[in-house]
């Protein structure tokens, strides 16, 4: 049965599904959509037209789908989609899109966000992501399946951070990381692969190790970018996850691709 505490607020036009819950003191506005199953804690905050897919359940004194932080933002409607079974723990806030990024901020199925962390406008995150506490990644960011962004990291707007990929805490990301990659620092630098990941994620030995050395290959100091790139797909083209990598470098982006540390330190 649904459940509405008496100190609520659900404004007229807000759509509830069955099995919902929502706690003392939150409100829910008239453009709000909760699917089956919803649990909004005490002083949970969601307005605007945000939709909430069935099953996820959002901490206290979260706010969620409010006006985006962007100053060419001019009221325009626009959404903010949350998939199913995600989980938004307490302080955390996401916003809706803009005109400038396509009208939508976008997140997936069972997600995990931790306290205090932040999804700006226009943003996609795949499912299965976890940004662990006080991570931020601002506007237009893109997010891979499966990639998990360490606690107070923030990435800047219009990277991408590929599936799989795992960027260690405190870190700064200004440059895309290719799927599977591994990276950290205040000005974060590519550190390798997300091997601890891979495993996790019952990828095969042989082909973990194909991966890595496809990885070698395409960051060599030897040739260009595009010739080490046309190596890797003439070796080991066949392979879905070094192929899930070329494609990602090949993607049109406005950032470049992360690089590891060399050994003279550049």
């Not at 969620?64 to 949350?82: M, R």
């Not at 590929?162 to 799927?179: N, T």
């Amino acid at each position: 049965m649904t459940s509405i505490h008496p100190t609520a607020i659900i404004e007229d036009g807000a759509e509830i599904g069955s099995d919902v819950s929502v706690g003392p003191y939150s409100v829910v506005g008239s453009g709000v959509s909760l699917g089956d199953g919803v649990r909004l804690h005490s002083h949970v905050v969601v307005g605007g037209r945000t939709r909430i897919g069935a099953q996820s359940e959002i901490f206290p004194f979260a706010s969620i789908g409010l006006a985006p932080q962007d100053l060419k933002y001019g009221g325009e409607e626009s959404e903010l989609i949350i998939g199913e079974r995600t989980t938004i723990r307490e302080h955390v806030t996401m916003n809706p899109g803009t005109a400038g990024g396509g009208l939508v901020t976008r997140v997936g199925d069972d997600c995990l966000f931790m306290v205090g962390t932040h999804v700006a406008h226009d943003c996609i995150v795949g499912n299965h992501v976890i940004l662990a506490n006080n991570a931020t990644i601002a506007g237009h960011v893109t997010v891979g399946d499966f990639a998990i962004i360490g606690g107070l990291s923030a990435v800047h707007q219009f990277v991408r951070i590929g599936a799989h990929a795992m960027i260690g805490g405190m870190s700064g990301i200004e440059q895309d990381l290719i799927p599977y990659g591994q990276a950290q620092g205040d000005r974060a630098r590519l550190r390798g692969l997300n091997l601890v990941g891979l495993q996790r994620r019952d990828f095969s030995r042989e082909g973990i190790n194909t991966l890595r050395t496809a990885y070698r290959l395409l960051f060599a100091q030897e040739g260009t970018m595009q010739e080490r790139v046309d190596a890797v797909v003439e070796l080991y083209g066949e392979n879905e996850a070094v192929m899930d990598v070329v494609n990602f470098v090949r993607a049109d982006s406005s950032r470049a691709i992360l690089q590891p540390k060399t050994a003279n330190g550049g």
